[in-house]
């Protein structure tokens, strides 16, 4: 176990260096989710309690930052494929659950800076900082950007040499999974089959979960839910990106 952690570091801080040296890949990252933001706030209604409706629509936004940002690491480890990089890190003597875990967890470090960003632009916009929630919600949503980003680099160990395959799956699943989990538009008022499709899918906990926490409601219902999404989907995306590395050789 020492020597997995002592890997694990290793990694981490192999894939953390290009972004603290290029951190404008980070703000670079932030374009679409302030497009959506400038394009969609104006349209939604005001709330019923006469707060901001950004307060509705922030959360869900910045799921979507990690959506978009921890579905597309796996373009990465293909370019390292590419080029010969990877090969040349499974000749050494790094645990391979540590390659996966290690690149894993540095996609906590963007996801954290550009919901710090998007909050940041909202505020003077009237959107009401709850702190103690929000970082409560920051820890869901390293969890699920963990899995989300083990998912993308098994996707690409499975598209070696296929980088076509890569973007064709990662891009027919990026919206259905984004618009069913209600984050730009609410599903309640949606269809039945709608509804149905959106209970299974676990970014809808994890969105509901970040709404409640960052309008304060730290002991709701939906907060133990979109936990439980986030863990599972974690477990889930390490279970298969550490097969799929060890199968790798």
């Avoid at 090969?87 to 963007?110: D, H, Q, S, Y």
């Avoid at 940041?120 to 929000?134: N, Y």
């Avoid at 920051?138 to 699920?144: P, Q, T």
Wanted: charged share 15%.
């Amino acid at each position: 176990m020492t020597s997995l952690v002592t890997d694990t570091r290793v990694v981490f801080s192999r894939e953390l260096r290009p972004v603290l040296r290029d951190p404008f890949t980070v703000i670079f990252s932030m374009i679409q989710p302030l497009f959506f933001l400038g394009l969609f706030a104006p349209l939604l209604p005001d709330s019923p309690d006469g707060g901001s409706p950004l307060q509705w629509f922030v959360p869900g936004i910045i799921v979507m930052s990690c959506l978009f940002g921890s579905s597309m690491t796996g373009s990465n480890l293909l370019y390292e494929m590419q080029t010969g990089s990877h090969e040349r890190m499974l000749v050494t003597p790094l645990r391979r659950p540590a390659l996966l875990i290690g690149r894993a967890l540095k996609e906590i470090v963007p996801m954290i800076a550009q919901a710090a960003l998007i909050v940041a632009v909202c505020i003077p916009f009237g959107f009401e900082l709850h702190l103690a929630g929000a970082l409560l919600g920051l820890v869901i949503l390293a969890g699920f950007c963990i899995g989300l980003g083990a998912l993308s680099y098994t996707l690409a160990l499975a598209s070696k040499n296929k980088e076509w395959m890569f973007w064709t799956v990662q891009q027919t699943l990026l919206f259905p999974l984004l618009l069913l989990a209600g984050v730009l538009l609410p599903i309640e008022n949606g269809p039945g089959w709608l509804q149905a499709l959106s209970r299974i899918n676990p970014m809808t906990y994890v969105v509901d979960a970040e709404r409640a926490l960052f309008n304060g409601e730290v002991l709701a219902r939906g907060t133990l839910e979109g936990l439980v999404a986030a863990v599972l989907v974690g477990l889930l995306g390490l279970a298969a990106g550490v097969r799929a590395m060890r199968r790798s050789d």
